[in-house]
């Protein structure tokens, strides 16, 4: 890409959005659209029920949050290899990798839930010696099979995304660290993965955020998260539309949060030379 070109599409200052971009006339319309929507909302349905369960919908959150930071951190360190075995690694480990990408991503997640909660769980109670190991009071609960199974997913995808990440990083910059006499660890982690994470940010935001949407499936196994809280509620009271919009707005704001805290990473890191 030429200088010229780098030029014309880079950013400048006033491309970003100020305040007064804020109050064009159709944002204004849409403002007022969405707050004639909350208080119509709030004035006319029912939310006597919310300060009794506030403390479950608060564990709830706190355990949707553990499951999506928990796996996606997971997934992303068995992301890593994967990626890098798909880039360099010899073809006895290039395609295993390739072959768990493939059949991870082809399978729907609820699936692979199903398979190891209900499947693979349900043979560990026929072995005495996993009954009275030490890990048998974790197997038996379904939180685990919920962990293994969304850090597989987001293993799978991640692994594709730092695949195409790290073969993306311009060859001449490993050459360069090569000459300086930098070994092949430290040209790894000072160079080559900090490079492959800045071009992978983008999408690791997109994939955190649908990691967040799929942590109620871990509902379907009697994990009680947000989504369980919710169905409860429901259960409970026979509303329909003040539980489901109170967890719409719930996962609106996780994403938002998210997505801010990623785009906030992003400016922060440098991308002279990107």
């Not at 967890?247 to 785009?263: P, S």
Request: hydrophobic content about 55%.
């Amino acid at each position: 890409m030429t200088d010229q070109t780098t030029h014309a599409i880079a950013f400048t200052p006033e491309d970003l959005p100020n305040a007064r971009s804020f109050f064009q006339p159709h944002r204004i319309v849409m403002m007022l659209v969405f707050a004639a929507f909350v208080v119509t909302v709030a004035v006319f349905m029912r939310w006597d029920w919310l300060p009794r369960y506030l403390p479950r919908l608060g564990w709830g959150i706190l355990i949707s949050l553990v499951m999506l930071f928990s796996t996606s951190i997971l997934g992303f360190l068995l992301a890593v290899p994967i990626g890098l075995a798909q880039v360099t690694g010899p073809w006895f480990f290039k395609l295993p990798a390739k072959v768990f990408c493939t059949v991870i991503r082809g399978t729907p997640l609820l699936l692979q839930l199903w398979l190891l909660y209900y499947g693979l769980g349900s043979l560990f109670p026929q072995f005495p010696a996993i009954r009275q190991s030490f890990l048998w009071p974790y197997l038996r609960e379904a939180w685990p099979y919920g962990v293994a199974a969304l850090t597989i997913s987001f293993a799978a995808y991640e692994g594709e995304v730092m695949r195409g990440a790290f073969a993306g990083v311009p060859a001449g910059e490993l050459e360069a660290a090569k000459a300086y006499g930098m070994s092949r660890w430290t040209m790894f982690r000072r160079i080559w993965l900090p490079r492959a994470i800045h071009r992978a940010l983008p999408t690791l935001n997109g994939e955190a955020v649908l990691q967040l949407k799929s942590t109620p499936l871990v509902a379907t196994i009697t994990v009680v998260d947000v989504y369980a809280v919710i169905s409860k509620v429901r259960q409970e009271t026979f509303l329909t539309y003040e539980p489901l919009l109170l967890l719409a707005l719930i996962y609106m704001c996780l994403t938002g949060i998210l997505v801010v805290a990623f785009r906030t990473f992003e400016n922060r890191i440098p991308t002279r030379g990107a």
